[in-house]
Protein backbone atom coordinates (compact mmCIF):
# COMPACT_ATOMS: atom_id res chain seq x y z
CA UNK A 1 0.00 0.00 0.00
CA UNK A 2 1.17 3.52 -0.41
CA UNK A 3 -0.66 6.60 1.08
CA UNK A 4 -3.10 8.30 -0.63
CA UNK A 5 -1.50 11.86 -1.31
CA UNK A 6 -4.38 13.71 -1.04
CA UNK A 7 -4.53 13.16 2.78
CA UNK A 8 -1.07 14.94 3.38
CA UNK A 9 -1.17 17.43 0.15
CA UNK A 10 -4.20 18.78 1.58
CA UNK A 11 -3.19 18.91 5.52
CA UNK A 12 0.28 20.89 4.13
CA UNK A 13 -2.17 23.42 2.11
CA UNK A 14 -4.34 23.99 4.83
CA UNK A 15 -1.02 24.50 6.88
CA UNK A 16 0.37 26.98 4.20
CA UNK A 17 -3.25 28.28 3.91
CA UNK A 18 -3.22 27.96 0.20
CA UNK A 19 -6.33 26.68 -1.33
CA UNK A 20 -6.04 23.69 -2.87
CA UNK A 21 -8.56 21.72 -5.32
CA UNK A 22 -8.78 18.41 -7.31
CA UNK A 23 -6.54 16.51 -5.84
CA UNK A 24 -6.24 13.39 -8.29
CA UNK A 25 -4.52 10.24 -9.03
CA UNK A 26 -4.77 9.19 -12.50
CA UNK A 27 -3.81 5.50 -13.73
CA UNK A 28 -0.14 5.57 -14.36
CA UNK A 29 -0.10 7.12 -10.44
CA UNK A 30 0.57 10.88 -11.50
CA UNK A 31 -1.01 13.35 -9.23
CA UNK A 32 -2.42 16.45 -10.28
CA UNK A 33 -4.52 18.92 -8.47
CA UNK A 34 -4.95 23.08 -9.24
CA UNK A 35 -3.15 25.75 -6.73
CA UNK A 36 -4.95 28.92 -7.70
CA UNK A 37 -5.45 29.17 -11.42
CA UNK A 38 -3.29 26.71 -12.11
CA UNK A 39 -3.16 22.86 -12.92
CA UNK A 40 -0.13 21.32 -11.38
CA UNK A 41 1.30 18.30 -12.20
CA UNK A 42 3.26 15.66 -10.14
CA UNK A 43 3.68 15.70 -6.23
CA UNK A 44 6.90 17.96 -5.59
CA UNK A 45 5.66 20.34 -7.97
CA UNK A 46 2.85 20.56 -5.88
CA UNK A 47 4.05 20.83 -3.22
CA UNK A 48 6.71 23.73 -4.53
CA UNK A 49 3.75 25.76 -6.25
CA UNK A 50 2.06 25.75 -2.60
CA UNK A 51 5.48 27.16 -1.36
CA UNK A 52 5.88 29.81 -3.86
CA UNK A 53 1.95 30.69 -3.64
CA UNK A 54 2.20 31.09 0.21
CA UNK A 55 5.67 32.71 0.49
CA UNK A 56 6.27 30.70 3.27
CA UNK A 57 9.43 30.89 5.50
CA UNK A 58 9.16 26.69 5.12
CA UNK A 59 11.18 26.85 2.13
CA UNK A 60 14.99 28.35 1.50
CA UNK A 61 16.20 31.15 -0.49
CA UNK A 62 20.02 29.71 -0.22
CA UNK A 63 20.55 27.16 -3.04
CA UNK A 64 21.78 24.29 -0.58
CA UNK A 65 19.21 24.38 1.26
CA UNK A 66 16.27 24.20 -1.33
CA UNK A 67 18.60 21.11 -2.52
CA UNK A 68 18.55 19.74 0.67
CA UNK A 69 14.47 20.24 1.35
CA UNK A 70 14.08 18.57 -2.73
CA UNK A 71 15.59 15.67 -1.32
CA UNK A 72 13.98 15.32 1.77
CA UNK A 73 10.68 15.30 -0.05
CA UNK A 74 11.42 12.66 -2.66
CA UNK A 75 12.38 11.01 0.44
CA UNK A 76 9.15 11.18 1.52
CA UNK A 77 7.18 10.98 -1.55
CA UNK A 78 8.47 8.04 -2.77
CA UNK A 79 10.39 5.97 0.64
CA UNK A 80 8.07 7.59 3.53
CA UNK A 81 4.87 7.01 2.01
CA UNK A 82 5.64 3.36 2.18
CA UNK A 83 5.78 3.30 5.79
CA UNK A 84 2.64 1.17 6.29
CA UNK A 85 4.15 -1.46 5.25
CA UNK A 86 5.88 -2.89 8.00
CA UNK A 87 8.99 -4.31 6.18
CA UNK A 88 9.63 -0.50 5.67
CA UNK A 89 8.70 0.91 8.81
CA UNK A 90 12.11 0.33 10.82
CA UNK A 91 14.04 1.02 7.84
CA UNK A 92 12.89 4.22 7.62
CA UNK A 93 12.60 5.13 11.55
CA UNK A 94 16.51 4.01 11.59
CA UNK A 95 17.12 6.37 8.75
CA UNK A 96 15.51 9.16 10.61
CA UNK A 97 16.78 8.31 13.52
CA UNK A 98 20.13 8.58 12.88
CA UNK A 99 19.90 11.75 10.81
CA UNK A 100 18.18 13.62 13.92
CA UNK A 101 20.86 12.24 16.40
CA UNK A 102 22.47 15.01 15.59
CA UNK A 103 20.15 17.78 14.08
CA UNK A 104 17.12 19.35 15.47
CA UNK A 105 15.43 19.90 11.58
CA UNK A 106 16.18 17.78 9.01
CA UNK A 107 17.57 20.53 7.04
CA UNK A 108 19.13 23.74 8.49
CA UNK A 109 18.52 24.78 11.87
CA UNK A 110 15.02 25.71 11.22
CA UNK A 111 11.33 24.58 10.15
CA UNK A 112 11.34 23.96 6.64
CA UNK A 113 8.24 21.92 4.65
CA UNK A 114 10.96 18.76 4.65
CA UNK A 115 9.92 18.06 8.41
CA UNK A 116 6.18 19.33 8.14
CA UNK A 117 5.69 16.94 4.96
CA UNK A 118 7.83 13.82 7.10
CA UNK A 119 5.39 14.99 10.02
CA UNK A 120 2.08 14.43 7.87
CA UNK A 121 3.40 11.33 6.21
CA UNK A 122 4.57 9.64 9.56
CA UNK A 123 1.77 10.89 11.60
CA UNK A 124 -0.53 7.40 11.56
CA UNK A 125 2.58 4.95 11.79
CA UNK A 126 4.07 7.38 14.71
CA UNK A 127 0.91 7.08 16.67
CA UNK A 128 0.72 3.63 16.40
CA UNK A 129 3.97 2.97 17.46
CA UNK A 130 5.19 0.73 20.65
CA UNK A 131 6.29 2.69 24.01
CA UNK A 132 9.39 0.19 23.39
CA UNK A 133 9.46 1.83 19.88
CA UNK A 134 9.44 5.52 20.52
CA UNK A 135 12.35 4.86 23.29
CA UNK A 136 14.14 2.96 20.35
CA UNK A 137 13.60 5.63 18.02
CA UNK A 138 14.19 8.52 20.57
CA UNK A 139 15.58 11.05 17.88
CA UNK A 140 12.79 10.57 15.82
CA UNK A 141 10.11 10.72 18.98
CA UNK A 142 11.66 14.26 20.05
CA UNK A 143 11.54 15.71 16.71
CA UNK A 144 7.65 14.52 16.36
CA UNK A 145 7.17 15.85 19.61
CA UNK A 146 8.48 19.21 18.99
CA UNK A 147 6.52 19.39 15.50
CA UNK A 148 3.18 18.49 17.00
CA UNK A 149 3.77 21.27 19.91
CA UNK A 150 2.94 23.59 16.95
CA UNK A 151 -0.80 24.04 16.85
CA UNK A 152 -0.85 25.19 13.15
CA UNK A 153 1.33 21.97 12.21
CA UNK A 154 -0.63 19.69 13.78
CA UNK A 155 -4.44 21.16 12.88
CA UNK A 156 -6.56 18.50 14.10
CA UNK A 157 -4.53 15.57 14.74
CA UNK A 158 -4.00 13.58 17.74
CA UNK A 159 -1.35 14.67 20.38
CA UNK A 160 0.82 11.77 20.46
CA UNK A 161 1.97 10.49 23.97
CA UNK A 162 5.26 10.49 24.32
CA UNK A 163 5.34 10.49 28.09
CA UNK A 164 8.24 11.75 28.26
CA UNK A 165 8.47 11.12 32.01
CA UNK A 166 8.26 7.34 31.28
CA UNK A 167 10.75 7.48 28.49
CA UNK A 168 13.21 9.35 30.62
CA UNK A 169 13.20 7.04 32.94
CA UNK A 170 13.39 4.19 31.48
CA UNK A 171 16.35 5.45 29.25
CA UNK A 172 18.36 6.55 32.20
CA UNK A 173 19.28 3.44 32.98
CA UNK A 174 20.56 2.78 29.39
CA UNK A 175 22.74 5.87 29.50
CA UNK B 1 8.61 46.69 25.23
CA UNK B 2 12.06 47.64 26.29
CA UNK B 3 14.03 50.17 25.15
CA UNK B 4 17.30 51.65 26.69
CA UNK B 5 21.38 51.27 26.94
CA UNK B 6 23.64 48.65 27.80
CA UNK B 7 26.83 49.14 29.26
CA UNK B 8 29.22 46.28 28.27
CA UNK B 9 32.68 45.37 27.17
CA UNK B 10 32.94 44.29 23.55
CA UNK B 11 31.92 40.61 23.08
CA UNK B 12 30.60 39.56 26.52
CA UNK B 13 29.11 36.30 26.68
CA UNK B 14 26.73 38.19 29.66
CA UNK B 15 26.10 41.11 27.46
CA UNK B 16 25.24 38.72 24.81
CA UNK B 17 22.25 37.48 27.00
CA UNK B 18 20.36 40.69 26.67
CA UNK B 19 20.84 41.57 23.25
CA UNK B 20 19.69 38.55 21.98
CA UNK B 21 16.58 38.56 23.85
CA UNK B 22 16.61 41.73 22.64
CA UNK B 23 16.43 40.28 19.22
CA UNK B 24 13.61 38.02 19.51
CA UNK B 25 11.58 40.79 21.17
CA UNK B 26 12.35 43.37 18.68
CA UNK B 27 13.19 45.69 21.31
CA UNK B 28 15.88 48.44 20.89
CA UNK B 29 18.60 47.81 22.79
CA UNK B 30 21.47 50.13 22.07
CA UNK B 31 24.80 49.35 23.53
CA UNK B 32 26.88 52.31 25.39
CA UNK B 33 29.22 53.73 22.97
CA UNK B 34 32.79 54.44 23.94
CA UNK B 35 32.45 52.33 27.35
CA UNK B 36 35.93 51.93 28.78
CA UNK B 37 35.86 48.40 31.35
CA UNK B 38 37.40 49.25 34.55
CA UNK B 39 36.48 52.95 34.25
CA UNK B 40 32.87 53.77 33.43
CA UNK B 41 32.02 51.14 35.45
CA UNK B 42 34.00 52.50 38.27
CA UNK B 43 32.99 56.22 37.82
CA UNK B 44 31.05 58.27 40.37
CA UNK B 45 27.90 58.89 37.85
CA UNK B 46 28.08 55.20 36.89
CA UNK B 47 27.93 53.72 40.62
CA UNK B 48 24.51 55.88 41.83
CA UNK B 49 22.68 54.08 39.00
CA UNK B 50 24.50 50.58 39.39
CA UNK B 51 26.07 50.23 42.92
CA UNK B 52 27.53 46.81 42.18
CA UNK B 53 29.55 48.19 39.35
CA UNK B 54 29.38 45.33 36.85
CA UNK B 55 28.30 44.61 33.86
CA UNK B 56 26.17 44.26 31.94
CA UNK B 57 23.77 46.82 33.17
CA UNK B 58 21.00 48.33 31.62
CA UNK B 59 19.29 51.88 31.67
CA UNK B 60 16.16 52.24 29.96
CA UNK B 61 14.89 55.05 28.01
CA UNK B 62 12.19 55.91 30.93
CA UNK B 63 15.08 55.90 33.76
CA UNK B 64 14.84 51.91 35.01
CA UNK B 65 18.00 50.65 36.13
CA UNK B 66 18.92 47.04 35.76
CA UNK B 67 22.06 45.10 36.71
CA UNK B 68 22.39 41.25 36.10
CA UNK B 69 22.89 39.88 32.87
CA UNK B 70 19.52 37.16 33.24
CA UNK B 71 17.47 40.13 34.73
CA UNK B 72 18.22 42.06 32.01
CA UNK B 73 17.08 39.58 29.36
CA UNK B 74 14.31 38.86 31.34
CA UNK B 75 13.12 42.25 31.12
CA UNK B 76 13.80 42.98 27.31
CA UNK B 77 12.35 39.88 26.73
CA UNK B 78 9.38 38.84 24.91
CA UNK B 79 6.46 36.45 26.00
CA UNK B 80 7.78 33.59 24.41
CA UNK B 81 11.21 34.09 25.61
CA UNK B 82 9.63 34.16 29.61
CA UNK B 83 7.46 31.47 28.87
CA UNK B 84 3.88 30.45 28.13
CA UNK B 85 2.57 29.83 31.62
CA UNK B 86 3.89 29.99 35.21
CA UNK B 87 4.81 26.47 35.14
CA UNK B 88 6.94 27.22 32.07
CA UNK B 89 8.27 30.09 33.28
CA UNK B 90 9.32 28.36 36.95
CA UNK B 91 11.16 25.94 34.93
CA UNK B 92 12.66 28.69 32.94
CA UNK B 93 14.37 29.74 36.48
CA UNK B 94 15.33 26.21 37.26
CA UNK B 95 17.39 26.11 34.29
CA UNK B 96 18.96 29.45 34.77
CA UNK B 97 19.98 28.68 38.25
CA UNK B 98 21.14 25.22 36.54
CA UNK B 99 23.22 27.84 34.08
CA UNK B 100 24.98 30.23 36.90
CA UNK B 101 25.02 27.78 39.45
CA UNK B 102 26.50 24.26 37.67
CA UNK B 103 27.88 25.38 34.68
CA UNK B 104 29.23 28.58 34.72
CA UNK B 105 31.56 28.25 37.70
CA UNK B 106 33.22 25.44 36.08
CA UNK B 107 33.27 26.75 32.51
CA UNK B 108 35.04 29.92 34.16
CA UNK B 109 37.09 27.53 36.35
CA UNK B 110 38.46 25.84 32.83
CA UNK B 111 38.22 29.02 29.92
CA UNK B 112 39.79 31.78 31.93
CA UNK B 113 43.01 30.31 32.71
CA UNK B 114 43.14 29.14 29.45
CA UNK B 115 42.27 32.62 28.06
CA UNK B 116 45.18 33.99 30.19
CA UNK B 117 42.38 35.79 32.05
CA UNK B 118 43.10 34.60 35.12
CA UNK B 119 46.70 33.92 36.41
CA UNK B 120 47.73 29.77 35.96
CA UNK B 121 48.28 29.66 39.53
CA UNK B 122 48.77 26.25 41.72
CA UNK B 123 45.32 27.30 42.66
CA UNK B 124 44.08 27.94 39.59
CA UNK B 125 45.58 24.27 38.11
CA UNK B 126 43.71 22.20 40.52
CA UNK B 127 40.18 24.40 39.90
CA UNK B 128 41.30 23.56 36.16
CA UNK B 129 41.36 20.17 36.47
CA UNK B 130 38.18 19.86 38.58
CA UNK B 131 36.15 22.00 36.13
CA UNK B 132 36.41 19.83 33.76
CA UNK B 133 34.82 16.50 35.39
CA UNK B 134 32.54 19.41 37.27
CA UNK B 135 31.28 20.44 33.87
CA UNK B 136 31.26 16.38 32.50
CA UNK B 137 28.53 16.26 35.40
CA UNK B 138 26.63 19.36 34.46
CA UNK B 139 26.72 18.51 30.73
CA UNK B 140 25.38 14.55 31.64
CA UNK B 141 21.94 16.34 33.13
CA UNK B 142 21.35 18.41 30.11
CA UNK B 143 22.61 15.86 27.63
CA UNK B 144 19.75 13.46 28.94
CA UNK B 145 17.18 16.05 29.03
CA UNK B 146 18.05 17.19 25.79
CA UNK B 147 17.66 13.51 24.36
CA UNK B 148 13.74 14.15 24.75
CA UNK B 149 13.35 17.84 24.85
CA UNK B 150 14.34 19.68 21.02
CA UNK B 151 14.79 23.10 23.77
CA UNK B 152 15.10 23.25 27.73
CA UNK B 153 11.61 24.43 27.81
CA UNK B 154 8.23 23.83 26.60
CA UNK B 155 9.41 22.94 22.97
CA UNK B 156 10.35 26.37 21.83
CA UNK B 157 13.07 28.55 22.39
CA UNK B 158 13.08 30.63 25.35
CA UNK B 159 15.84 32.80 27.77
CA UNK B 160 16.98 29.25 29.27
CA UNK B 161 18.24 28.16 26.11
CA UNK B 162 19.74 31.42 25.93
CA UNK B 163 21.33 32.02 29.21
CA UNK B 164 22.14 28.30 28.66
CA UNK B 165 23.78 28.62 25.74
CA UNK B 166 25.72 32.12 26.06
CA UNK B 167 27.20 30.12 29.62
CA UNK B 168 28.50 27.26 27.60
CA UNK B 169 29.78 29.84 24.60
CA UNK B 170 33.37 29.91 25.87
CA UNK B 171 34.02 26.63 27.13
CA UNK B 172 32.12 25.06 22.80
CA UNK B 173 34.86 27.79 21.59
CA UNK B 174 37.65 27.19 23.62
CA UNK B 175 37.73 24.41 25.77
CA UNK B 176 35.31 21.65 24.49
CA UNK B 177 37.37 19.87 22.31
CA UNK B 178 35.71 17.34 19.95
CA UNK B 179 36.93 14.32 22.23
CA UNK B 180 35.51 16.00 25.02
CA UNK B 181 32.16 16.76 23.51
CA UNK B 182 31.28 13.68 21.49
CA UNK B 183 29.29 11.54 24.47
CA UNK B 184 27.35 14.74 24.29
CA UNK B 185 25.52 14.73 21.13
CA UNK B 186 22.26 16.10 22.82
CA UNK B 187 23.57 19.25 23.90
CA UNK B 188 25.74 19.46 20.71
CA UNK B 189 22.76 19.43 18.39
CA UNK B 190 20.82 21.86 20.73
CA UNK B 191 24.32 24.00 21.33
CA UNK B 192 24.67 24.30 17.30
CA UNK B 193 20.81 24.61 16.58
CA UNK B 194 20.64 28.02 18.68
CA UNK B 195 23.99 29.54 17.59
CA UNK B 196 22.60 29.14 13.89
CA UNK B 197 19.11 30.81 14.54
CA UNK B 198 19.15 34.35 12.57
CA UNK B 199 18.71 36.31 15.76
CA UNK B 200 21.11 34.72 17.81
CA UNK B 201 23.89 34.60 14.97
CA UNK B 202 22.61 38.58 14.89
CA UNK B 203 24.74 38.78 17.94
CA UNK B 204 26.87 36.50 18.08
CA UNK B 205 28.10 35.99 14.64
CA UNK B 206 29.73 32.87 13.33
CA UNK B 207 30.53 30.78 16.12
CA UNK B 208 33.34 28.13 15.43
CA UNK B 209 33.48 25.43 17.83
CA UNK B 210 36.56 24.35 19.41
CA UNK B 211 38.56 22.39 17.33
CA UNK B 212 41.82 21.12 19.63
CA UNK B 213 41.48 22.31 22.95
CA UNK B 214 44.04 25.08 24.37
CA UNK B 215 45.51 24.22 27.08
CA UNK B 216 46.59 26.30 29.75
CA UNK B 217 49.85 28.49 29.42
CA UNK B 218 52.54 27.99 31.68
CA UNK B 219 52.31 31.41 33.56
CA UNK B 220 51.49 34.79 32.12
CA UNK B 221 50.05 33.76 28.72
CA UNK B 222 49.90 36.41 27.11
CA UNK B 223 50.30 34.41 23.73
CA UNK B 224 46.74 33.08 24.49
CA UNK B 225 45.23 36.61 24.76
CA UNK B 226 46.12 37.18 21.16
CA UNK B 227 44.77 34.28 19.61
CA UNK B 228 41.75 35.02 21.63
CA UNK B 229 41.34 38.46 19.95
CA UNK B 230 41.84 36.29 16.38
CA UNK B 231 38.96 34.75 17.11
CA UNK B 232 37.12 37.73 18.56
CA UNK B 233 37.48 38.98 14.96
CA UNK B 234 35.29 36.52 13.21
CA UNK B 235 32.11 37.90 13.92
CA UNK B 236 32.83 40.67 11.76
CA UNK B 237 30.62 38.43 7.92
CA UNK B 238 27.54 38.93 10.45
CA UNK B 239 27.10 42.43 8.67
CA UNK B 240 26.91 41.14 5.41
CA UNK B 241 24.79 37.81 5.82
CA UNK B 242 21.22 39.86 6.17
CA UNK B 243 21.79 41.43 3.12
CA UNK B 244 22.70 38.14 0.79
CA UNK B 245 19.63 36.71 2.27
CA UNK B 246 17.72 39.34 0.79
CA UNK B 247 18.84 39.48 -2.75
CA UNK B 248 17.64 36.24 -3.38
CA UNK B 249 14.13 37.02 -2.31
CA UNK B 250 13.88 39.62 -4.03
CA UNK B 251 14.42 37.51 -7.44
CA UNK B 252 12.28 35.23 -6.16
CA UNK B 253 9.59 38.18 -6.34
CA UNK B 254 10.69 39.14 -9.34
CA UNK B 255 10.17 35.79 -11.57
CA UNK B 256 6.83 35.31 -9.36
CA UNK B 257 6.18 39.03 -10.97
CA UNK B 258 6.97 37.42 -14.47
CA UNK B 259 5.46 34.67 -13.71
CA UNK B 260 2.22 36.73 -13.58
CA UNK B 261 2.79 38.86 -16.32
CA UNK B 262 3.57 36.32 -18.85
CA UNK B 263 1.22 35.06 -20.53
CA UNK B 264 1.79 31.11 -19.82
CA UNK B 265 1.97 29.68 -22.86
CA UNK B 266 4.75 31.17 -24.66
CA UNK B 267 8.12 29.62 -25.54
CA UNK B 268 11.20 31.16 -25.12
CA UNK B 269 13.00 29.51 -27.74
CA UNK B 270 10.28 30.47 -30.29
CA UNK B 271 12.38 33.74 -30.22
CA UNK B 272 15.89 32.52 -31.09
CA UNK B 273 16.42 31.19 -34.83
CA UNK B 274 15.60 27.93 -35.70
CA UNK B 275 19.09 26.86 -37.35
CA UNK B 276 19.44 23.89 -38.76
CA UNK B 277 19.67 21.48 -36.44
CA UNK B 278 16.01 19.81 -35.76
CA UNK B 279 16.04 18.08 -32.32
CA UNK B 280 12.88 16.30 -32.93
CA UNK B 281 14.48 14.46 -36.23
CA UNK B 282 17.79 13.79 -33.79
CA UNK B 283 15.61 12.35 -30.53
CA UNK B 284 13.54 9.81 -33.61
CA UNK B 285 17.08 8.51 -34.29
CA UNK B 286 18.42 8.73 -30.88
CA UNK B 287 15.22 6.79 -29.79
CA UNK B 288 15.48 4.19 -32.77
CA UNK B 289 19.09 3.56 -33.27
CA UNK B 290 22.24 2.06 -31.54
CA UNK B 291 24.16 4.85 -30.45
CA UNK B 292 26.62 4.08 -33.18
CA UNK B 293 24.61 5.46 -35.52
CA UNK B 294 22.91 8.55 -33.36
CA UNK B 295 25.99 10.09 -31.88
CA UNK B 296 27.77 10.49 -35.49
CA UNK B 297 24.36 11.98 -36.76
CA UNK B 298 24.13 14.27 -34.04
CA UNK B 299 27.55 15.37 -34.99
CA UNK B 300 26.57 15.56 -38.73
CA UNK B 301 23.53 17.87 -38.57
CA UNK B 302 24.56 19.86 -34.85
CA UNK B 303 24.38 23.62 -36.00
CA UNK B 304 26.78 25.33 -33.77
CA UNK B 305 25.28 28.69 -34.93
CA UNK B 306 22.23 27.77 -33.01
CA UNK B 307 22.61 25.22 -30.87
CA UNK B 308 25.31 25.26 -27.83
CA UNK B 309 26.38 22.11 -25.83
CA UNK B 310 26.48 22.71 -22.30
CA UNK B 311 27.74 20.24 -18.92
CA UNK B 312 25.86 20.11 -15.81
CA UNK B 313 26.84 18.90 -12.26
CA UNK B 314 25.08 18.20 -9.50
CA UNK B 315 26.95 20.76 -6.99
CA UNK B 316 25.96 18.94 -3.75
CA UNK B 317 27.25 15.25 -4.26
CA UNK B 318 28.16 15.23 -0.66
CA UNK B 319 24.27 15.19 0.29
CA UNK B 320 23.45 12.26 -2.10
CA UNK B 321 22.51 9.54 -0.13
CA UNK B 322 20.43 6.86 -1.19
CA UNK B 323 20.89 5.98 -5.32
CA UNK B 324 16.83 6.70 -5.52
CA UNK B 325 16.89 9.55 -3.81
CA UNK B 326 18.91 10.83 -6.87
CA UNK B 327 17.43 9.19 -9.68
CA UNK B 328 14.37 11.09 -8.55
CA UNK B 329 16.28 14.37 -8.31
CA UNK B 330 16.93 13.83 -11.85
CA UNK B 331 13.41 12.51 -13.09
CA UNK B 332 11.46 15.56 -10.75
CA UNK B 333 13.64 18.04 -12.45
CA UNK B 334 12.68 16.75 -15.92
CA UNK B 335 9.08 16.99 -15.38
CA UNK B 336 9.54 20.09 -13.97
CA UNK B 337 11.55 21.53 -17.38
CA UNK B 338 8.55 19.81 -19.42
CA UNK B 339 7.90 22.85 -21.71
CA UNK B 340 12.02 23.24 -22.61
CA UNK B 341 12.11 19.45 -23.80
CA UNK B 342 10.89 20.80 -27.83
CA UNK B 343 14.31 22.53 -28.59
CA UNK B 344 16.45 20.92 -25.74
CA UNK B 345 18.01 17.31 -25.48
CA UNK B 346 19.92 15.92 -22.24
CA UNK B 347 21.40 12.77 -20.87
CA UNK B 348 21.97 12.70 -17.29
CA UNK B 349 24.13 10.29 -15.53
CA UNK B 350 23.92 8.83 -11.52
CA UNK B 351 27.72 7.77 -11.49
CA UNK B 352 28.72 5.50 -7.65
CA UNK B 353 26.10 3.87 -5.50
CA UNK B 354 24.59 4.53 -2.45
CA UNK B 355 26.92 6.93 0.08
CA UNK B 356 28.79 7.93 -2.73
CA UNK B 357 27.29 9.13 -6.10
CA UNK B 358 27.45 12.15 -8.62
CA UNK B 359 24.99 13.58 -11.09
CA UNK B 360 26.33 15.18 -14.15
CA UNK B 361 24.92 15.63 -17.75
CA UNK B 362 25.45 16.54 -21.12
CA UNK B 363 22.82 19.09 -22.16
CA UNK B 364 22.11 20.41 -25.95
CA UNK B 365 19.99 23.53 -26.14
CA UNK B 366 19.12 25.93 -29.08
CA UNK B 367 20.48 29.26 -28.15
CA UNK B 368 23.88 30.24 -27.04
CA UNK B 369 23.12 31.27 -23.25
CA UNK B 370 21.91 28.87 -20.38
CA UNK B 371 18.57 28.40 -21.22
CA UNK B 372 16.76 27.85 -17.72
CA UNK B 373 16.94 32.11 -16.72
CA UNK B 374 15.00 32.14 -19.98
CA UNK B 375 11.64 30.94 -18.07
CA UNK B 376 10.61 30.99 -14.25
CA UNK B 377 9.30 27.46 -14.64
CA UNK B 378 12.78 26.05 -15.20
CA UNK B 379 14.66 27.47 -12.49
CA UNK B 380 13.74 25.41 -9.61
CA UNK B 381 17.06 22.97 -10.02
CA UNK B 382 19.37 24.56 -12.25
CA UNK B 383 20.87 26.47 -9.42
CA UNK B 384 21.88 23.10 -7.56
CA UNK B 385 24.42 22.36 -10.53
CA UNK B 386 27.48 23.76 -12.19
CA UNK B 387 27.19 24.56 -15.76
CA UNK B 388 29.84 24.87 -18.37
CA UNK B 389 29.09 25.17 -21.96
CA UNK B 390 31.60 23.09 -24.10
CA UNK B 391 33.18 24.01 -27.25
CA UNK B 392 31.48 21.64 -29.84
CA UNK B 393 34.92 21.53 -32.02
CA UNK B 394 37.26 20.26 -29.04
CA UNK B 395 37.78 16.23 -28.87
CA UNK B 396 37.30 16.74 -25.46
CA UNK B 397 33.65 17.24 -25.98
CA UNK B 398 33.13 14.84 -28.27
CA UNK B 399 34.44 12.81 -26.22
CA UNK B 400 32.33 14.14 -23.13
CA UNK B 401 29.19 13.67 -25.28
CA UNK B 402 29.99 9.92 -26.48
CA UNK B 403 30.16 8.92 -23.14
CA UNK B 404 27.15 10.72 -21.83
CA UNK B 405 25.01 9.82 -24.98
CA UNK B 406 26.12 6.04 -24.85
CA UNK B 407 26.07 6.06 -21.35
CA UNK B 408 29.46 4.48 -20.67
CA UNK B 409 32.62 5.85 -18.79
CA UNK B 410 33.40 7.39 -15.40
CA UNK B 411 32.80 10.58 -13.67
CA UNK B 412 35.55 12.53 -13.20
CA UNK B 413 36.97 10.85 -9.86
CA UNK B 414 36.54 7.37 -11.64
CA UNK B 415 33.16 6.18 -10.13
CA UNK B 416 31.51 4.02 -12.51
CA UNK B 417 28.26 4.69 -14.55
CA UNK B 418 25.35 3.58 -12.61
CA UNK B 419 22.23 5.30 -14.15
CA UNK B 420 21.23 7.10 -16.90
CA UNK B 421 18.02 9.15 -17.81
CA UNK B 422 17.18 10.77 -21.20
CA UNK B 423 15.55 14.07 -21.22
CA UNK B 424 14.02 14.04 -24.56
N1 LIG C 1 25.87 37.94 37.62
C1 LIG C 1 26.31 39.09 36.89
C2 LIG C 1 27.83 39.11 36.87
C3 LIG C 1 28.39 40.29 36.16
C4 LIG C 1 29.89 40.35 36.24
O1 LIG C 1 30.54 39.62 37.00
N2 LIG C 1 30.47 41.22 35.41
C5 LIG C 1 31.90 41.40 35.40
C6 LIG C 1 32.41 41.36 33.98
S1 LIG C 1 31.89 39.93 33.10
C7 LIG C 1 32.25 42.78 35.93
O2 LIG C 1 31.60 43.73 35.58
N3 LIG C 1 33.28 42.90 36.76
C8 LIG C 1 33.73 44.15 37.24
C9 LIG C 1 33.94 44.17 38.73
O3 LIG C 1 33.67 43.15 39.39
O4 LIG C 1 34.37 45.20 39.21
C10 LIG C 1 25.73 39.05 35.50
O5 LIG C 1 25.45 37.95 35.01
O6 LIG C 1 25.52 40.10 34.92
Known sequence: MVLNPQRYLTQLATFLNVPVKNIKVN????????VGNNTVKGIINIIISLL?????????????????????????????????????????LSDLNDILAIKTYLVSYKLTVADVLLYYILLNAVASMSYLDKQKYMNVSRWFDNLQQESCVRQNNQIVDFSTNYLTSSTQSKY | MAA????????????????????YAKANVKVAPNFVFGETNKSKEFLKKFPGGKVPAFESNDGKYLQDSNAIAY???????????????????????????????????????????????????????????????ALTVLNSHLLTHTYLVGERITLADIVMACNLLNPYKYTLEPDYRKPFANVNRWFTTLINQPEVKAVLGD???????????????????????????????????????????????????ALAAEPKSRDP???????????????????????????????????????????????????????????????????????????????????????????????????QDLAFPLSPDWQIDY???????????????KKLVGDYFSWTGTDKDGRKFNQGKIFK
Open chain 2, 383 to 397: ESYNWKKLDPNTDET
Open chain 2, 75 to 137: FVANEQLRGRNEYDTAQILQWIGFAEGEVLPAACAWVFPVLGIIKNSAGAQEAFQRAKDDLRV
Open chain 1, 52 to 92: MESKSSLWSTDPLEKAEIQQWLEYGIVYAVHIDESQNLKGI
Open chain 1, 27 to 34: ETLICTCT
Open chain 2, 207 to 257: VVLCSAALSAPPQEGKGKKKEEKKEKKQPQPKKETPKKEKEPEEELDAADA
Open chain 2, 269 to 367: FDLMPKGTFNMDDFKRCYSNEDESKSIPYFWEKFDPENYSIWYGEYKYPEELSKVFMSCNLITGMFQRLDKMRKHAFASVCLFGEDNNSTISGIWVWRG
Open chain 2, 4 to 23: GTLYTYPDNFRAAKALIAAQ
